[in-house]
């Protein structure tokens, strides 16, 4: 495996892999490398010629209340799992690489204005900045990123639409522990209370998707979820929400099949989870 620090280093090598006909995988991330990336490196092994795993804690993505500063990281186990799995080229560029005076941002309406949206306004423009931007330096063929952020999905593959760039997205289901809760770096800041409580999400969202498929209540799917989630005193609920998948719109006659998104805070952590449930 490559370990590429710079621009202008990496789009060498690719420019290289490109003549020699190479398909890209490319998955990127942040780091602190859990099962759920691994099975992104997987897939992207499986459907591709070369794998290419960028890590970079963005911080044009987190809030300035956030946990930009404490976001896990362990670069040398990440390098590990990496070579392990498969990965080609881990493309590992420092702050002053990516950024130098960025005053362009992009920018998303409607789909960025709820869910995650609302209580992290500008989350999701640094998302779509930093993804362009590794779009635009590794040009792969398929790009991987798991449902658990369904809503980055959505709005990431907005963005390949409607900037025409040429990659295709690669949706890949969420990876859970055995006890249900999703990965997701952010599980190492629970407490062993707070992880214990956490696995509520996972059950709820069970629950709501029974009720949804027996009866077609929307409503009191949410209210029965919400009155599950606080029976186990989580610090706040930031929503819980029910939306047709296709476009994060109140669910219709037309909706095939809708999700159940969740997030709710643990002490200081907020998780994410959402279910996919299928419209009688
Ligand atoms: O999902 C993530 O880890 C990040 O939002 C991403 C897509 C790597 C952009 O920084």
């Given at each position: 495996m490559k370990i590429i620090k710079t621009i202008e280093k990496v789009k060498k090598l690719i420019k290289e892999s490109k003549e020699k006909n190479l398909s890209i995988g490319f998955v990127p991330t942040m780091g602190y490398l859990h099962d759920g990336h691994i099975?992104?490196?997987k897939r992207a092994k499986k459907e591709n010629d070369l794998v290419v795993v960028s890590i970079f804690v963005n911080p044009l993505q987190f809030g300035p209340n956030e946990d930009y500063e404490r976001y896990p990281r362990d670069i040398e186990s990440d390098i590990k799992i990496l070579k392990k799995n498969g990965c080609d080229i881990l493309f590992l560029p420092e702050n002053k690489e990516l950024y130098k005076e960025q005053l362009?941002?992009?920018?998303?309406?409607?789909?960025?204005?709820?869910?995650c949206g609302l209580s992290r306004p500008t989350h999701f423009q640094g998302v779509l900045t930093v993804v362009a931007k590794l779009f635009n330096?590794?040009?792969?063929s398929r790009s991987y990123f798991g449902e658990k952020d369904y809503q980055q999905l959505l709005i990431i593959k907005k963005m390949v639409d409607d900037?025409?760039?040429?990659?295709?997205?690669?949706?890949?289901?969420?990876?859970?522990?055995k006890d249900g809760l999703a990965m997701s770096s952010r599980n190492s800041y629970?407490?062993?209370?707070?992880?214990?409580?956490?696995t509520i999400l996972y059950r709820s969202l069970l629950k709501g998707k029974e009720i949804?498929?027996?009866?077609?209540?929307?409503?009191?799917?949410?209210?029965?979820?919400?009155?599950?989630?606080?029976?186990?005193?989580?610090?706040?609920?930031?929503?819980i929400e029910i939306y047709d998948e296709k476009n994060l719109k109140e669910i219709n006659e037309k909706t095939k099949y809708c999700r159940i998104f969740l997030a709710v805070f643990f002490g200081k952590t907020r998780l994410i989870d959402n279910m996919r449930v299928k419209i009688k």
């Amino acid at each position: 495996m490559k370990i590429i620090k710079t621009i202008e280093k990496v789009k060498k090598l690719i420019k290289e892999s490109k003549e020699k006909n190479l398909s890209i995988g490319f998955v990127p991330t942040m780091g602190y490398l859990h099962d759920g990336h691994i099975s992104l490196v997987k897939r992207a092994k499986k459907e591709n010629d070369l794998v290419v795993v960028s890590i970079f804690v963005n911080p044009l993505q987190f809030g300035p209340n956030e946990d930009y500063e404490r976001y896990p990281r362990d670069i040398e186990s990440d390098i590990k799992i990496l070579k392990k799995n498969g990965c080609d080229i881990l493309f590992l560029p420092e702050n002053k690489e990516l950024y130098k005076e960025q005053l362009v941002i992009i920018n998303i309406i409607e789909l960025s204005e709820k869910l995650c949206g609302l209580s992290r306004p500008t989350h999701f423009q640094g998302v779509l900045t930093v993804v362009a931007k590794l779009f635009n330096i590794i040009t792969p063929s398929r790009s991987y990123f798991g449902e658990k952020d369904y809503q980055q999905l959505l709005i990431i593959k907005k963005m390949v639409d409607d900037l025409n760039f040429d990659t295709k997205i690669v949706p890949c289901p969420i990876v859970r522990e055995k006890d249900g809760l999703a990965m997701s770096s952010r599980n190492s800041y629970l407490s062993p209370d707070e992880r214990k409580k956490s696995t509520i999400l996972y059950r709820s969202l069970l629950k709501g998707k029974e009720i949804i498929k027996k009866t077609g209540d929307i409503e009191n799917a949410k209210n029965v979820i919400k009155d599950m989630i606080e029976s186990v005193n989580p610090t706040k609920i930031d929503y819980i929400e029910i939306y047709d998948e296709k476009n994060l719109k109140e669910i219709n006659e037309k909706t095939k099949y809708c999700r159940i998104f969740l997030a709710v805070f643990f002490g200081k952590t907020r998780l994410i989870d959402n279910m996919r449930v299928k419209i009688k």
